[in-house]
């Protein structure tokens, strides 16, 4: 189900920004090659509606992809690229898709208003939570633990232990929420949503309100990541923002470092997500103008536009070992590629 498929050229006003190599022969490429990917490029199919999310299992030997189709797709990574496992059970889109940290779990939320736990071996179900009464957007699973989080259009983000049946905290945030990540420690909650603003909730006191607003973006914000050393968080907004915001305890007031450009969302409206790179040197964010934008996290500078995709590009995430990364896209394929720098 896999399908190799070569560097397409970079447009022209594009050259500086593309990391497509200048053409070799094919035992100096082989040579240069930076991972086990059987191609630099390859294009997996198999998904019968649009993309919508993918991760990386933690030790990096697999793929998970998730969409419209209401399915969740498992790949092996390197040589074959073989799809070994479809898992079924959603009666609706999924929206986001994760692994728990021992890698043996998968994590789900999906248009059907529920929030879904699977063997990541078998795809048996092992958890199903439907407390929401609205669309869940997103969900996060703790990055060491057996917590997880989601947030939906019914206004609410609950938290949930995957050894107890009701969910343990239920934060009322009052509008749409779009997306939610988890702090390493278990403490904080942040979400986004279609009030612009990316709240941070502290689960140890009063959570009937957020305990830090963070003001900045001007539309909806569709994706959130912890930074890998938990200090900061990524958010990617529809005003065509990427922004970077310190979350640390004694941090100034202005808690936003960084902004991002160069990337596009539509009228279509999709939640697109953004991920860091495993040493949190770089950065990427979905994009609808259907390329690959990956910035340098310290200078901003966007390094790599890639072409290849024919719809929004959902989602990009970072392989957590080897400069590969995954791209989910509207066109119903996803791409694994290799960074060349």
Same mark, same amino acid.
């Given at each position: ?65 998730? #969409? ?15 799809? @070994?496992?479809?898992?079924? #059970?959603? *009666? ?21 208003? @529920? ?17 929401? *009464? ?27 232990? *995957? ?28 979400? #986004? ?26 539309? @909806? ?19 065509? @923002? ?14 936003? *470092? ?84």
């Amino acid at each position: 189900m896999a399908e190799k498929r070569a560097h397409p050229a970079p447009a022209e006003d594009e050259e500086s920004l593309s990391i497509v190599p200048s053409k070799k022969a094919k035992h100096d490429e082989d040579a240069a090659r930076a991972s086990a990917l059987p191609a630099p490029n390859v294009q997996l199919c198999g998904h019968e509606g649009e993309v919508s999310s993918l991760r990386f299992s933690p030790d990096g030997q697999c793929l998970a992809t998730a #969409g419209s189709d209401k399915a969740i797709f498992c790949w092996r990574v390197f040589h074959d690229n073989e799809n @070994t496992l479809v898992i079924q #059970g959603h *009666t609706n889109a999924v929206l986001e898709v994760h692994w728990f940290s021992d890698g043996s779990t998968l994590l789900s939320s999906s248009a059907d208003k @529920t929030v879904r736990c699977w063997d990541a071996e078998s795809g048996t179900q092992v958890k199903k939570v439907n407390e929401h *009464t609205g669309i869940v957007n997103s969900c996060c699973p703790q990055r060491r633990g057996g917590l997880f989080v989601s947030g939906a259009d019914d206004g609410t983000i609950k938290v949930w232990d *995957t050894r107890v049946k009701r969910s343990v905290h239920t934060l009322r945030c009052g509008f749409p929420v779009c997306a939610v990540a988890f702090a390493d420690a278990a403490d904080q909650v942040f979400s #986004g949503g279609v009030d612009n603003a990316v709240k941070v909730w502290d689960l140890r006191g009063d959570s009937s309100s957020p305990c830090l607003l963070l003001k900045g973006h001007s539309d @909806t914000v569709t994706g959130l990541r912890l930074s890998p050393d938990g200090s900061h968080v990524l958010s990617n907004a529809m005003d065509n @923002t990427l922004r970077e915001w310190d979350i640390r305890p004694y941090a100034p007031p202005n808690r936003c *470092t960084k902004v991002f450009t160069g990337h596009l969302h539509s009228f279509e409206k999709n939640l697109l997500r953004c991920d860091y790179s495993a040493d949190g040197g770089k950065v990427t964010c979905g994009s609808a103008d259907r390329m690959v934008n990956i910035w340098d996290s310290s200078s901003r500078k966007l390094i790599y536009k890639l072409p290849g995709h024919s719809g929004s590009v959902n989602e990009v995430v970072f392989h957590p070992k080897d400069p590969v990364i995954a791209s989910a896209s509207s066109d119903k394929t996803v791409f694994l590629g290799e960074l060349t720098q």
